[in-house]
């Protein structure tokens, strides 16, 4: 996610910033389009940070006996621990923030991608509803994309509210 697809995707999001500017007279909203781009850019260039400081607390047990002599892994046990877990909470967290901006910027893709695709009102006839077509798969993918997003996290937190009340799950 945060290795390659983001900054595959920012890169995109950023080239196709650049061809709205030059085509606008063609485009129905390029306003639209520039901002759900310029969110979609941004997001992607987030979650490839997120993902950076993630990586950095992400380490086995292995590697910290690689990184240290015997006799102080020994001596240091308790505290290579302890600051292992600190270690791996942070990753987790990390990792939940570039995972919530990798959709942010999907959605917002999508959303650039299927305004860019609806016809302007002089498009008429078939390549004019083509377009529609086009416009409304593309935002599906975005609306599916949300809900793909935000609904799990939505059931989680619910779920947990009804064991917190002392309910059924």
């Known amino acids: 996610m945060s290795n390659v697809a983001a900054p595959l995707l920012a890169g995109?999001?950023?080239?196709?910033?650049?061809?709205?500017?030059?085509?606008?007279p063609s485009l129905r909203w390029p306003g639209?389009?520039?901002?759900?781009?310029?969110?979609?850019?941004?997001?992607?260039?987030?979650?490839?940070?997120?993902g950076f400081h993630a990586r950095q607390h992400l380490y086995s047990p292995a590697d910290v006996s690689s990184w240290w002599s015997e006799e102080d892994v020994r001596a240091h046990t308790a505290d290579l621990e302890s600051e292992q877990r600190r270690d791996f909470a942070r990753w987790a967290l990390w990792t939940v923030w570039a995972r919530r901006f990798y959709s942010t910027g999907i959605v917002a893709l999508w959303f650039g991608v299927g305004s860019a695709l609806c016809p302007t009102p002089d498009d008429h006839g078939s390549t004019g509803l083509l377009?529609?077509?086009?416009?409304?798969?593309?935002?599906?993918?975005?609306?599916?994309?949300?809900?793909?997003s935000v609904v799990p996290a939505w059931?989680?937190?619910?779920?947990?509210?009804?064991?917190?009340?002392?309910?059924?799950?």
């Open 32 to 50: 639209f389009i520039l901002v759900s781009l310029t969110v979609a850019s941004v997001a992607f260039i987030m979650c490839v940070q997120f």
């Open 155 to 169: 059931r989680r937190r619910r779920r947990r509210a009804r064991i917190l009340d002392g309910q059924r799950p």
């Open 131 to 148: 377009r529609w077509v086009a416009a409304s798969i593309a935002l599906g993918a975005g609306l599916g994309e949300l809900c793909w």
């Open 12 to 24: 995109f999001s950023v080239s196709t910033i650049g061809i709205v500017l030059t085509g606008e």
